[in-house]
């Protein structure tokens, strides 16, 4: 059997761990460690669904159109730029099949999305760790960080699991130091959380060099469903097409992804509740003497003093049936990363802490 082995890379990759949704012995359990929208979809999506099930028996259709037409409609964008995935993952993982392999670099930030290194490691690929500046991407470490053997470079904008983000000019900049032989990758899973930004769909048009992913898994609610877009210049659309499975997205994928993008009122409705409670839930706890970085996205990072201290508050959170994620994989081992929920959610989020907080005293 010492023949029969995989292929290098493979046996490096460190299986991705989602978010915990069960604690034993808890009923009423408040998921807060996926970065899930509180109030699920778009009851469109859900009608959508029910309205497309008579036709399972039927293929889906390959290229995705009508999809492709109501994001570029939504989002003023080109639908022959766009290419639709299972889950914006799934573009992450067609950008690294296609462009890098074994002897290439693959770069992403410090605390950067796990996705980017398991992507790289399954193409045969190296990822490379450039550091960020208090836990903010640092565009001249990454270029300082680039070789003539970089291939990608991911960014996550806003990033997971800081929550915070760099502006467009540092985005442009960024996008005209690579060499050229790289593609900068701007995941725009939490775009649609900030006002007035468009993902970098802009910066995408204006170069050759630079793909932006989305994604229907936060603010739309469709995390179980998995659809994520991209959108890249058509040369790159035309390669990552290659390697797609013609059938990817099923009916019921694609007929709720269009209903929930085209319901804006509950899209702007679930933004603003997101806006609103952020600040109060990083306020509150504040107020008890824990810090976040100002968050652009759907979720905070709680910083403690110290590891064993975020060990003790989400074991505390855990047995009141809170469950947030730990981010010690991610290089941010005094922190927890707290989805914003619901009111109650986040009023949870808060007695919990406080309760930890007069156990100790
Ligand atoms: C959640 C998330 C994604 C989205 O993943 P899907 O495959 O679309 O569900 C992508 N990038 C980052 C940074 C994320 O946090």
Known sequence: MAQITPQPGIMEIALY???????????????????????????????????????????????????????AEVHGLDPDRIICGVGSDEIIQFLCQA???????????EHGFAMYRISALAAGATPVEAPERERVTDVDALLAACTERTRLVFIANPNNPTGTMIGGNELARLADGLPEQAILVLDGAYAEFVDGYDGGAALVEARENVVMTRTFSKLYGLGGL??????APKPIIDVMNRIRMPFNLSELQMAAAIAAIRDRSWAVRCK?????LRVWLAEELAALGVPSDTSLA???LARFASAAEAEAVDA????????????????????LRITVGDDAGCRRVVEGVRSFRECLS
């Open 272 to 276: 603003a509740e997101n806006a609103r």
């Open 99 to 109: 462009y890098a392999g074994p002897g290439d670099e693959v770069l992403h930030t």
């Open 226 to 231: 998995r659809v994520g877009w991209g959108y």
């Open 17 to 71: 761990e989602g978010g915990q949704s069960h604690v034993e012995g808890v009923n009423d359990v408040l998921k807060l460690s996926s970065n899930e929208n509180p109030y699920g979809p778009s009851p469109d999506a859900k009608q959508a669904i029910a309205d497309a099930i008579g036709q399972i028996h039927r293929y889906p259709n390959t290229d995705h159109l009508p999809l492709r037409e109501a994001i």
């Open 298 to 300: 759907n979720f905070i």
């Open 316 to 335: 505390h959170l855990k047995s009141r049936g809170v469950i947030v994620r730990r981010v010690a994989g991610y290089g941010l081992p005094h922190c």
